[in-house]
């Protein structure tokens, strides 16, 4: 079984978050190199970085098979899955990111993909192979869906991911988590959750952002033969 720890960092989220937050909700449309493309990031929308490169590259997935992600943002890593898939949807609780995904997949020509508003699986039906999630890391309170790029109040996103992803997960399905490493969030909490809810780990990826933290990608299936 792989090695479940994460090695707390110390650096605290909060400050930074709390200033790329404002950021966000005023700068105009700019375009980023992620996941080897170019991707617009609108206004009210996360945006795209190391974690979503490091997803991309860690799903496996194959050209008969089809994926879920919740929480797409711009949509960079379903669009950068859906190359390589069948077909799939990407959901976000944030209309501006559902927005932003179907303007990003438009401009890449990437027809194999559906985007809907949708709180974690909602608006969701169907099982499928892969089911990727990049959560919100940090809890804290939040104002508005906006927020909630950044901040899970209570941790209810992410508990409630794994409670509920079982239904909508193939018996021989993938479930790709992605995480951090952060002084001010429970680096445990996606383990205990996974357990507690029927899954075991498989995989850790990991990506170094900069001397400050690390990316993770947690890679889980059902813990039933």
Not at 81 to 108: L, P, T
Not at 112 to 134: A, P
Not at 180 to 196: C, H, K
Request: hydrophobic share 35%; proline share 4%; charged share 30%.
């Amino acid at each position: 079984m792989t090695n479940q720890k994460i090695k707390q960092n110390d650096f605290h989220s909060v400050p930074r978050q709390s200033a790329r937050l404002e950021e966000r909700k005023i700068r105009k449309p700019y375009e980023v190199e992620c996941c080897g493309m170019k991707i617009v990031v609108n206004p009210g929308v996360y945006q795209t970085s190391g974690d979503s490169d490091l997803m991309a590259e860690s799903v496996k997935i194959e050209n008969n098979e089809t994926f879920l992600e919740i929480g797409c943002g711009t949509g960079v890593v379903s669009i950068a899955v859906a190359k390589r898939a069948k077909n799939g949807i990407g959901v976000d609780i944030n209309d501006k990111a559902v927005e932003n995904s179907k303007q990003n997949a438009g401009a890449q020509d990437v027809r194999n993909i559906e985007f809907l508003v949708s709180n974690v699986f909602e608006n969701v039906s169907g099982k499928f192979d892969v089911i990727i999630c990049n959560p919100p890391y940090t809890k804290h309170e939040v104002r508005d869906n906006i927020d909630r790029m950044f901040w899970d109040p209570e941790d209810e996103m992410k508990r409630k991911f794994f409670e509920e992803v079982g239904a909508y997960l193939k018996p021989s399905g993938r479930i790709y988590f992605g995480w951090a490493d952060f002084a001010d969030i429970d680096v445990d909490l996606p383990f205990r959750l996974a357990n507690e809810n029927g899954y075991e780990i498989v995989n850790k990826f990991s990506k170094p952002h900069s001397k400050d933290f690390t990316f993770y990608v947690l890679e889980f299936k059902s813990a039933q033969p």
